[in-house]
């Protein structure tokens, strides 16, 4: 085996576990520890407590989606994609290969784009997250915010 084909294998493994930590951390949130903090009482511990988890998620999270641009552009290299004789050729992205990289793609972008949004611009802007609320929420009439924390989930 060479070293080109180690240090692939080696960032493929680094980008797998990556998008493990990055969703296994956003499903045990969504599922498990928005319903079990939202039965937190008083009102003003639950929101600490929904601050503070989000917090210590949000530096994990970013860490993750790091690794994972970083790893994801490493294995574009190491796959011979990642020169403009690939990128710019209309036949590429008309190839299974070519659909599905431009699918994820896309997907990436719009999920740095949401992200974004949501840690940098409407969890921090004041006021508005009140129990219950969904006032300041980027998901608003969609998803239930938690009570002054960087989460929104769906139950």
Not at 45 to 50: A, I, K, V
Not at 103 to 108: G, P, R
Request: glycine share 12%; with cysteine.
């Amino acid at each position: 085996m060479t070293v080109g084909s180690l240090l692939y294998y080696a960032t493929v493994t680094a980008h797998l576990l990556a998008a493990l930590l990055w969703l296994g951390g956003m499903f045990f949130l969504a599922i498990v520890g928005a319903p079990v903090l939202r039965s937190v009482e008083p009102a003003a511990l639950r929101q600490r407590l929904f601050h503070e988890v989000g917090l210590r998620f949000r530096a994990l999270g970013w860490t993750a989606v790091g690794v994972l641009l970083v790893t994801g552009v490493l294995n574009l290299q190491f796959r011979g994609w990642l020169h403009w004789g690939v990128l710019s050729d209309p036949a590429f992205w008309r190839t299974p290969t070519g659909l599905a990289l431009g699918w994820k793609l896309a997907a990436v972008a719009m999920m740095l784009v949401v992200s974004v949004m949501h840690d940098f611009f409407v969890v921090r802007r004041p006021g508005g997250r009140h129990p219950g609320s969904t006032k300041g929420c980027a998901y608003a009439g969609v998803r239930r915010c938690s009570p002054g924390s960087t989460l929104c989930s769906d139950w």
